[in-house]
């Protein structure tokens, strides 16, 4: 990037200037559409904006022509809860009595690769932002991490990095962690899958778009100051594909302060309720090339910017640096002119800096001065909504018929099998890191640590709360990509109604490798239709979601990893169901829902048996997963259930049993004929309830009526003993076997930020 302070007349009179545009990701032709638009070559400043603005990261240009499939398929009815979807900052969600709740997940892939710590960090408070951005109070976040084998040396750099990362900026900002997932895959070495969730809460008639409207309207820039950290940062780094040692290579990622965006939400929460905000957009990728392209754009006028009045951090700062700049902790307001110095007053009562950057004007062009000259004069549209859109070739991979052929597994003994499933890498405990993580601060967390989903209170008066769940298997969709996006739909699904709460939204991250490969778009595409699909067919509507292409390293892409959220509404927080057995004082009986098969494509257990990856992954109707739905809402005979999912029935049960400390005794004839299918089989739909003796013939009666295969499989006692079929294991012999292996992986890193509580 060069820097002298290049001007539109300078543009005009050296039309021939060489300019660095394949260097800042753009192509010869999207170079030559950006000349055509202008009428002239671009300056240093304009450049800088179109191509950060038209990268992969910002534009959507090789995923628009399938995203429209969400929109194409959604009906009135699923989308009429829906105050803001597809396209804004988040989604938002009217739940009643006024309220909304907002949420969305999005990806910091690369930057957390390049420096894990500071990466993880600015994922969590670009999200956070992303929820403020819609006039709402960010309530808690989740994380859905993917990283390469939990051995490899790389993932002693990277995991512990990523995990303080979260952490540090989530604690600090006092919000708590309620779920999340954390994968181990070959896959993902040299490419770690860092995606954050945040939700939040509103006021239906609080809510708030980005958009720059009312000609004389002033734009103010508030938050932290502007530097050099970041530039070229997510928007680069989300459009390129990795070489080995390119963590050394790249530009710097954003460096996060949590203690100032804490300020910034409490500050943006005073703006709202004083009702000075017209319009307002966070700057997180691309900074303030996009706040201001796309507020201007989405308004019904132009905007003129002066970067002279952009507060700085460092010195001699060009005008391309100042708006490519991803420093964080920032956002960009339209006000009215008779509010501004009430806006000034609140930014100054939370010792926020402000700055009157710009006004809305007539017209569609952002014209933007530094040094008292004009550096960029383009219509608006172009720079924010015009970007290319390819519509990338894609084809069903050759390889793809000999993988899905099934070649077997290796069954073994019963417990010996139970102690590697718990004790693996996949399915072992994850205290270590969410140990580090703050779950109840605020004081609304009603489910977190081990739950199936995390459940929030946000009605203190009514009882009324949240549920939230996010899913994905990257192995299962590599198999077969529809099917593998419907089984993450019906997983994160499935978490939410076992708590009691009625699902009303999806949100989704779609993480695949180079969109320039013609099997990567084929996988993209199907997962695509068959989110769209599956959220029809359980009539719930997408909100929103965040593509992240360009995940691999060198030309091996990750597993194709469809991270699909779920959020539920549950009317009274204190009738959700637990996960853990041992709430009541009586021994428990426990129920099987569900069918089981004989499906082991993509499994866990597949995976550690050296079985590979082959085969067909387990297969969803998800009409019955709305079944369960109608099975557990308003169910009042419960006193536990866990859905069953990787590593099957009996770690499903383990899971159950292992919080307790309690006896468990599974018949598993009764679930399947055979014993290794009854205990380890991943079939989707799949549910283990408890409830007490007076109250099982209730539950199957329910059961029943839905058309849901239920069975009485076991029952707690006082022994301490796991056992299912013929096998019986200690359960203090399986919790230390799966409580050891991460803290004996990472144990260089413990006590790095951990909470205590």
């Known amino acids: 990037m060069t820097v002298q302070n290049d001007t539109v007349d300078q543009a005009l009179t050296t039309p021939g200037q060489s300019q660095p545009y394949r260097e ?356 608006a549209h172009t720079i924010a909504n015009e970007g290319p859109v390819y519509d990338r070739p894609f084809a069903r991979p050759d390889w793809q018929d000999d993988l899905q052929v099934y070649r077997g597994i290796e069954n073994a003994d019963l417990g010996e099998a139970l102690l590697q499933l718990v004790s693996s890498p996949a399915l072992c405990s994850r205290d270590f890191i969410t140990d580090q993580y703050d779950r109840y601060v605020r004081g609304n967390t009603v489910q977190a640590q081990h739950a199936d989903s995390g459940v929030l209170r946000i009605d203190e008066e009514t009882g009324r709360g949240v549920a939230v769940s996010a899913d994905a298997s990257g192995r299962y969709t590599k198999l077969d990509p529809n099917m593998g996006a419907r089984l993450a739909l019906a997983e994160a699904y499935r978490n939410v109604v076992v708590t009691g709460a009625r699902p009303v939204a999806v949100t989704n991250c779609l993480n695949y490798g180079s969109p320039e490969n013609p099997d990567v778009m084929w996988q993209f595409r199907e997962s695509v239709h068959g989110l769209a699909d599956g959220a029809v067919e359980l009539s719930i509507p997408v909100s929103g979601g965040n593509v992240s292409f360009y995940n691999q390293t060198g030309d091996e892409p990750i597993l194709p990893t469809p991270v699909v959220g779920v959020l539920g509404v549950i009317e009274d927080v204190h009738q959700a169901i637990g996960h853990r057995l041992g709430t009541v004082s009586e021994p428990e009986v426990i129920v099987a829902l569900g069918e089981t098969k004989d499906e082991f494509g993509g499994s866990i257990w597949q995976q550690i048996s050296g079985a590979g990856l082959n085969g067909l992954p387990p297969q969803v109707d998800l009409a019955n997963e709305q079944a369960l739905a109608d099975f557990f809402i308003g169910n009042t005979s419960l006193t536990a259930a866990h859905d069953v999912s990787e590593g099957g029935n009996a770690v499903a049960a383990f899971e159950m049993a292992n919080r307790a400390g309690t006896g468990l005794n599974i018949d598993l004839s009764k679930i399947h004929s055979d014993p290794f299918v009854a205990a380890f089989s991943e079939s989707a739909s799949r549910v283990l309830v408890a409830t007490t003796a007076d109250r099982v013939d209730s539950v199957l009666q329910r059961a029943g009526e839905l058309g849901i295969p239920a069975a009485v499989v076991g029952e707690t006692n006082d022994s301490g003993e796991f056992t299912f079929g013929d096998a019986s294991l200690p359960l203090a012999q399986l919790h230390e076997a799966w409580a050891a292996t991460l803290p004996g992986l990472f144990g260089h890193a413990v006590g790095a930020n951990s909470v205590v509580e």
């Open 24 to 379: 800042l990701g753009l192509k010869d032709d999207e170079y030559q559409r950006i000349r055509d638009i202008l009428g002239r070559r671009p300056t240093d400043a304009e450049l800088t904006m179109y191509s950060v603005m038209w990268s992969e990261h910002c534009s959507y240009k090789s995923s628009k022509v399938h995203l429209r499939y969400f929109g194409e398929t959604m009906t009135e009815q699923m989308g009429s809860k829906i105050l803001a979807g597809i396209g804004e900052n988040a989604g938002v969600v009217d739940i009643g009595d006024g309220n909304a709740v907002t949420f969305r997940v999005e990806s910091h892939n690369h930057p957390s690769y390049v420096e894990p710590h500071q990466g993880a960090a600015t994922g969590v408070g670009g999200i956070v932002r992303d929820i403020m951005a819609m006039g709402a109070r960010p309530i808690a976040v989740m994380d859905q991490l993917r990283f390469g084998p939990a051995d490899a040396p790389d993932t002693k750099r990277v995991l512990p990095g990523v995990v303080s990362g979260i952490s540090h900026y989530g604690n600090c900002l006092g919000l708590p962690n309620i779920g999340g997932e954390t994968v181990f895959d070959e896959s993902y070495a040299g490419n770690p899958l860092v995606n954050a969730l945040c939700v939040g809460t509103l006021k239906v008639e609080d809510l708030k778009l980005a958009f720059a409207s009312g000609t004389g309207n002033k734009v103010i820039l508030f938050g932290s100051r502007t530097g050099l950290d970041g530039i070229g940062g997510v928007s680069v780094l989300a459009s390129d594909t990795f070489e080995d040692g390119a963590e050394r290579k790249l530009p710097a990622v954003q460096v996060g302060d949590p203690f100032a965006e804490k300020v910034l939400i409490e500050c943006c929460l005073d703006l709202y309720k004083a009702g000075v905000v017209v319009g307002i957009q966070d700057l997180g990728g691309a900074g303030l090339a996009c706040a201001t392209s796309e507020l201007a754009a989405s308004g019904d006028g132009g905007m003129e910017v002066n970067l002279d009045e952009v507060p700085l951090r460092a010195e001699h700062m060009t005008a391309a640096e100042i708006l490519a700049s991803e420093s964080q902790e920032r956002m960009c307001a339209v006000v009215a002119p008779e509010n501004v110095e009430k806006f000034k007053e609140i930014c100054a009562h939370w010792d926020v800096t402000c700055a009157e950057i710009g006004e809305v004007t007539t017209g569609k062009h952002l014209i933007i001065r530094h040094h008292g000259e004009v550096v960029v004069d383009a219509p």
